[in-house]
């Protein structure tokens, strides 16, 4: 589970920086502002990398997400990127820990022969 949600959150880090530049040429919205919220979404979504497999940090992951498509009230696109991570998201979560359980079961067999 832990590389393909860290694939997906490195993903929304590119991202985020590309939205901050698009942010960062409307008028109405402060340069300063821009890269401050940027910045902190984009070391969120580093710091979730390491984060993942520990107590929260999926629920984290899906606030990030929540994040990513609210931020479409400045820059419309991000409604569609955000969308489109957190789909990306729950296909992480949801077939990452299947490939966990297929890991551990696999290795439960292979320990079970050995001792045979």
Request: net charge negative.
């Given at each position: ?24 040429k ?18 969120l ?34 409604y ?13 979560v ?8 297929a ?14």
């Open positions: 589970m832990r590389t393909l949600c860290s694939s997906t959150l490195i993903g929304e880090f590119f991202v985020i920086g590309f939205a901050g530049l698009v942010a960062m409307d008028p109405d919205l402060a340069t300063g502002t821009v890269w401050t919220v940027c910045g902190i979404a984009m070391f979504s580093v710091v979730l990398c390491g984060m993942v497999t520990r107590p929260g940090g999926v629920a984290l992951g899906w606030a990030l997400q929540i994040a990513l498509i609210a931020s479409g009230f400045f820059v419309p696109f991000m569609f990127m955000g969308v489109l991570f957190a789909a990306l998201w729950w296909a992480s949801h077939f990452g820990r299947k490939v966990d359980e890991k551990a079961r696999f290795a439960a067999e292979a320990e079970q022969a050995d001792a045979v």
